[in-house]
């Protein structure tokens, strides 16, 4: 783990009392930068574009993809992101359509504030055959960066990916809790040939 991470880990859990909060933040984090290993292991190749969704210090897609192109978006204008913009707004007079061969939303969703237009925002952005990976919390608590705003269980997901194909969704269980994941792991494909349009026209 580099130091910016551990920074960011430190400012992350600086409230947390709770072993047990402790615990699934680590295993949060592993399984990340597992689940982003193993895409890349997959998908990284010579000439494909990645976007990674706000990664913040964390090492993000980077770290694993290192055949493509990486490019990066958050909603922070201090990010220093490739592109600063709110995925809940469709950014097609800034961003075009069908862009990018793989995104990486990891830990993003539950903080963005409509994620039913987020989601709409990244199948826009993929193109066809694209392939979207998400990871989000079930059971950890409340976290920075705000607003921390939901929580997914498998089927809330599956409302979201609605407008996506091939729809793969594995749970990090509790074994102290069953029904009660930790965490969720999520791979989609946008569909072939499907047409790009503004989705803000058809809400």
């Known amino acids: 783990m580099s130091p910016d991470e551990q920074n960011l880990g430190a400012r992350s859990m600086q409230f947390i009392q709770a072993k047990v909060d402790v615990a699934h933040y680590s295993l949060i984090r592993t399984t990340v930068k597992d689940f982003i290993a193993t895409l890349a292991a997959q998908f990284d190749s010579e000439g494909i574009t990645v976007l990674d969704v706000a990664p913040e210090a964390h090492a993000g897609a980077q770290a694993s993809f290192t055949r493509g192109r990486?490019?990066?978006i958050d909603i922070d204008p201090d990010s220093a992101a490739t592109h600063i913009a709110d995925l809940c707004v469709c950014n097609c007079a800034r961003i075009p359509s069908a862009l990018y061969d793989v995104i990486v939303c990891t830990e993003v969703l539950e903080h963005t504030k409509e994620p039913w237009k987020a989601t709409k925002e990244l199948h826009r952005l993929l193109k066809p055959g694209g392939v979207l990976a998400v990871t989000t919390p079930f059971n950890f608590?409340?976290?920075?960066p705000a607003p921390d705003c939901w929580r997914f269980t498998d089927e809330g997901l599956r409302v979201l990916l609605a407008d996506f194909i091939d729809v793969r969704i594995d749970a990090v269980e509790d074994p102290q809790r069953p029904r009660m994941p930790i965490q969720y792991?999520?791979?989609?494909?946008?569909?072939?040939g499907e047409s790009e349009t503004c989705w803000a026209f058809h809400r």
Do not use: Y
């Open 185 to 192: 792991t999520v791979v989609a494909r946008k569909g072939l």
């Open 70 to 72: 990486i490019e990066t």
């Open 141 to 144: 608590r409340i976290h920075g």
